[in-house]
C-alpha cells in the first residue's frame, strides 16, 4: 500500500537525519583544537624569534668583551709606557695621559653597553622561560583535547554504524524506487526533511498556510499531498 511505503520513508528519514547530525558533529571536531594548535604554532613562532634574538645578543656581548679587553690592554700598556721612567718628556707623557683618558672613556662606554646587553638579555631569557612554560601548558593541554576528539570520533563511529545497520533494514523495506529517488533528491535540496507529518493546517516544512481541500485530503482520507510552496511531502499524523 502506498501509504505503508511513505510511512516507511518517514522512518528512514529519521535515521538520515540522525547520521547527518553525526556526520556534522565528525566534521566540526577538528575545530575543537583549530584555535589552540594556533597558538601553539604562534608561541613557537615567538620562541623561535626571541631565541635568535638572544644568540645575536650574545655575540653582540662577546665583541663587547673582546673590545673591553683590548682597550684594558691599550690602557695597560700605556700606563707601562707611563710609569716606567722610561719617557722624559714632558709633552710627551701628557700626550700619553691624554690617550689613556680617551682609552678610559671607551672603556667606560663599552661597560654601560655591557650592563645595558646583560640587562637586555635577563629580560629576554626571563621572557623566553615565561613562553616556555606557556608552551607546555598549552602542548598538555592540546594532548589532553586530541585524546578526548579521539574519544568522541569512536563514540560517533559507533552510533554511527549502528545507525547505517539500522537505516539499511529500513531501506531495504522501500520497493517503490522512483519514489526513493524523489525522496533523496528533495532531502539534499531541503537540507534536511523531505517528507513530514502535519497534524494542523500548516507545512511544517515552510508554514505555508495549506489549502482547505489539501488538509481535508490529508485528514480525511490520509492521502499524500506535496506543499505546494516547499514540494516536501506530507503525510497526515496519526
Ligand atoms: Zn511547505
Redesign the pocket.
Known sequence: MIEEEYAILLELQKFDIDIDEEEKKKRSLPLMIEGIAKEIQELKDSLRNKNENYKNLQIKLKRKELDLAEKSNKIDKHQEDLYGGKISDIKELRQIQKVIANYKEEKDSIEEDVLDLMEEMEDLDKSIGHLDEDLKVKEKEFKKRKEEIDLTRSVIKKSMDSLNIKREEIFSKITDDRLLKEYELLRKEKGGKAIMEVDGSV?P??Y?DLPSDAIYQLEKNRKIII?P??S?ILIWKN
Open positions: 507545512c516544512g515552510c505555508l506543499c510552496n516547499c516536501r
